[in-house]
């Protein structure tokens, strides 16, 4: 026998380190994602799993295809699920419009919005911004007249900004889109499968999401979509997008009838997502997006009862994460802590411009259900209490 | 109540598509991988999640950082898992080291290095390579002489090439870098877990593996780490990582001790890979490497009483993948079709320039077993049977 270790090495055992087996605590996730995971899809992903070029797998990503169409109101071809969370498909988004030069009008009105900012600069985009204060939306006058100050190619706009908890109406940005010739690229990673959103009504270019909230899966596997007007612009690049992990045009002929090799998928992640799509099939897009929108209102009226206010006006604001206004004179953070440790829920603090202003309560997918917010709101009382 | 759906648009049900339950075969996965997954891995995965920020969560992290510290055999500061599989820490070697115009020398030799100078070109690199025909590896006078030649800031090699499954020797190649000034980056993707592999006695600064192979769990939570000589090329680079889901530098502060948000981790297929990463630490590195030689001599002695010869030299073979030439007059491709729909037994055809001269047999983590190698050459016998 061939010695399998060798002469000249020894093993170390300083990082052979002792642990117990998993023992995760049950906490209830009513943050900004991830939620909880419904059982059902909890158990499909632990199904054994088959090999990304098994007979049996390509017919499951054409069912995740044909599911995130329903989910998204899409016709689109290319509707994937990229193999990494929710930035992997936000990145996927940019890496593939974004030439050199490009000029890339971001609206600004949250931490995403930044995100977007930061990435589209590293793939060579001039990037150009519109802002507002954190909690606001745009309307389509700014949209219009920033669209003719600054040209862009690509406008990026976040539809449910996970750090305000605003939603950004998007009916009539298209036509704008259209008339300057410029792609719209949508960020609904806390919309997808709790909010109402039509990929083709809307006429938006390019989406990415994520599994973890409306969608109620495991993160691990995200959404991302296409128009042929997006294909197009990265069909006539002219160097290769520089991200071959991301690159669509690789990936296509993967999720496509040519079933090339590109990437070992996250299979049960995918086994996963299938089955918490479907679950949202069998739902209908219609009684989700009512459910989302009645529980987070006994939320909103819970809290008013409590004293505390909403951080976003309600006619935009999203029914899948609220911002709370943190009383003067409460730690928000302690409340938080208190939350996490004495009754295993959890929920978050704002990020940047609201950080230590809000908390961040998220109702998603299997985790909309009014006896969370029962829960919720008669815990938040107690370690509320002086 | 507010309307939730709008007015203007109606849902569509055109991909609201009716499902079964899933039920996936019960394959036997001996290709290339992925491999099964111990069931307390899969048990693991199916655990509720808690948030990616949770207390609990970032103890997990730290955990795998060790895990894979001791797997990998290395002290090595910045050792993660990648939120995506294999492919993605590949690119995120490249994506944090290369800077354009730096000179990066791919030894190719199969598929993968192919990849690798795809994806380093895509990074700006000047890339060189020095070829062998698939199936052989490169020696220390040829490394020598090629780091001579070209001076490379990069010199990256496939320890384990998948496609041929051949191991590339790598004692001494640390110090022929280091005479030049060069950074040693090494695909570990089918070594990891299933043969001897010392990342710091080597000298190797930056290395990438998956989850699904020798380490026996879900794809889609990727090994990663890079020597403290990498990270300061890293925080040396006049520009940002031109990727910002793979740039070290942001993970970095996620995964030590600052803990800054980045991206939503693969909660559950961590949970995974720490099970897997345990199983390794309770098996111990010499018994899992010795295991994985000797089931693979075992199925190389049942190939040869077969009439059957492999590919690769049998020094430089890999345990965890065997590369077996196809005997003329047979139909590969339709020898490995039987054996999957008949005996539910995934073997692989060869890549590129072994596509239908060769099969791929893969015995990695928890498929190395003694009952795997019977019934696959059982299996294999009868379909062979003309």
Chains 1, 2 share one sequence.
């Not at 490009?102 to 995403?112: E, R």
């Not at 959404?223 to 296509?252: E, H, I």
């Not at 099939?281 to 939320?299: K, S, T």
Request: charged share 20%.
């Amino acid at each position: 026998m061939v010695a399998t270790t060798g002469t000249s090495h020894s093993i170390s055992d300083r990082y052979r380190i002792t642990t117990k087996q998993l023992d995760m605590p049950p906490r209830l996730l009513l943050g900004p994602g991830p939620a909880n995971v419904n059982p059902r899809v909890l158990a499909a992903t632990s199904v054994s799993p088959v090999g990304h070029l098994d007979p049996t797998y390509l017919t499951l990503m054409d069912e995740i295809r044909d599911l995130l169409r329903y989910a998204w109101q899409t016709e689109h071809e290319l509707t994937i699920a990229v193999a990494g969370t929710g930035t992997a498909a936000m990145e996927a988004t940019l890496a593939n419009a974004v030439e050199p030069g490009d000029v890339v009008l971001v609206g600004v009105k949250g931490y995403f919005g930044n995100r977007l900012v930061d990435m589209a600069g590293r793939y060579g985009a001039d990037v150009r911004t519109m802002t507002k204060p954190w909690g606001q939306v745009f309307d389509l006058d700014e949209i219009k007249s920033n669209l003719e100050t600054h040209k862009p190619a690509i406008l990026a706009l976040v539809h449910a900004e996970t750090s305000t908890g605003a939603r950004q109406p998007l009916e009539g940005v298209a036509d704008l889109c259209r008339q300057h010739n410029c792609l719209l690229l949508v960020d609904t990673v806390t919309s997808l499968g709790g909010v109402p959103l039509y990929i083709d009504d809307w006429g938006i270019d390019l989406a990415y999401s994520c599994s973890q909230k409306g969608l109620g899966c495991p993160p691990g596997a995200s959404p991302f979509t296409m128009s042929q007007r997006a294909l197009d612009k990265l069909n006539n690049r002219s160097k290769p997008v520089p991200n071959w992990y991301l690159d669509m045009s690789l990936l296509a002929k993967y999720w496509g009838e040519e079933r090339v090799y590109h990437h070992t998928a996250p299979i049960n992640t995918n086994y996963g997502l299938r089955e918490s799509l479907r679950i949202v099939a069998e739902e209908g897009l219609d009684a989700r997006w009512q459910r989302h929108q009645r529980n987070a209102e006994m939320l909103w009226d819970g809290l008013a009862d409590m004293g505390l206010s909403c951080h976003v006006e309600q006619e935009v604001r999203l029914p899948t994460l609220t911002t709370v206004k943190i009383p003067d004179g409460v730690d928000g953070k302690a409340i938080a802590k208190k939350l996490l440790t004495e009754y295993n829920i959890e929920i978050a603090g704002g990020l940047g411009e609201l950080g230590g202003r809000v908390w961040r309560i998220g109702l998603m997918g299997y985790n909309s259900r009014p006896e969370n917010v029962l829960l919720l709101l008669d815990a938040l009382k107690k370690v509320l209490k002086p």
